[in-house]
């Protein structure tokens, strides 16, 4: 049960788009496509961007996108907002029902 | 509204026990797998146990296996998390999630120091 590896810190100006990527391995992230992504605000719960692998819940706008190759997946973020500035986590499911968080990504729009 | 409301959070010295509650409002517990996540204050999410819908497949994570247990009543609509042998290390905010998706709780906080 190793945390998934995501960079500590990603930033872009506003409208850019930046990526951030999520790795595992074979036994979570690659094997299946339950890669969760989500978004936390200062003193907030964490709240759910994207669900197996690339959905959006509704009310989550286009702007967020996810996606998987191999053991990587990816959240990308398009028209940087003010707003976005939180931390963002990946989560995968890793088999015999766990799972398992990323180390977080802190993302800076400048 | 669907809600989840953590409680029971507080200060134990190290060897102790604490139960952790998360009352659900709007949906049943009981169709839904339910999660516990962990969260040192400023520090990364770490999954602790799930609940499937089933009542009985259960997981933990290695760091709590065996000294944490996790139980649902479906008459009171409500997820525990039994928590014994606390470490200093198991000092974080709970949160309990419904199916790891939109709907989190606000999180208590609990204390492992002498």
């Known amino acids: 049960q190793s945390a998934l590896t995501q960079p500590p810190s990603a930033s872009g100006s506003p409208g850019q788009s930046v990526t951030i990527s999520c790795t595992g391995t074979s036994s979570d992230v690659g094997g299946y496509n339950y890669v969760y992504w989500y978004q936390q605000h200062p003193g907030k719960a964490p709240k759910l961007l994207i669900y197996d692998v690339s959905k959006r819940p509704s009310g989550v706008p286009d702007r967020f996108s996810g996606s998987k190759s191999g053991n990587t997946a990816s959240l990308t973020v398009s028209g940087l907002q003010a707003g976005d500035e939180a931390d963002f986590y990946c989560c995968s499911y890793a088999g015999s029902n766990t799972f398992v968080f990323g180390g977080g990504t802190k993302l800076t729009v400048l | 509204e669907v809600q989840l409301v953590e409680s029971g959070g507080d200060l134990v010295q190290p060897g102790g026990s604490l139960r952790l509650s998360c009352a659900a409002s709007g949906f049943n517990v009981n169709g839904y797998s339910m999660h516990w996540v962990r969260q040192v204050p400023g520090k990364g999410l770490v999954w602790v146990s799930r609940?499937?819908?089933?009542?009985?497949?259960?997981a933990y994570a290695d760091s709590v296996k065996g000294r944490f247990t996790i139980s649902r009543d479906n008459a009171k609509n409500t997820v525990y998390l039994q928590m014994n042998s606390l470490r200093a290390e198991d000092t974080a905010i709970y949160y309990c999630?419904?199916?790891?998706?939109?709907?989190w709780g606000q999180g208590t906080m609990v204390t492992v120091s002498s």
């Open positions: 609940i499937k819908s089933d009542g009985t497949t259960i």
């Open positions: 999630a419904r199916d790891l998706t939109s709907v």
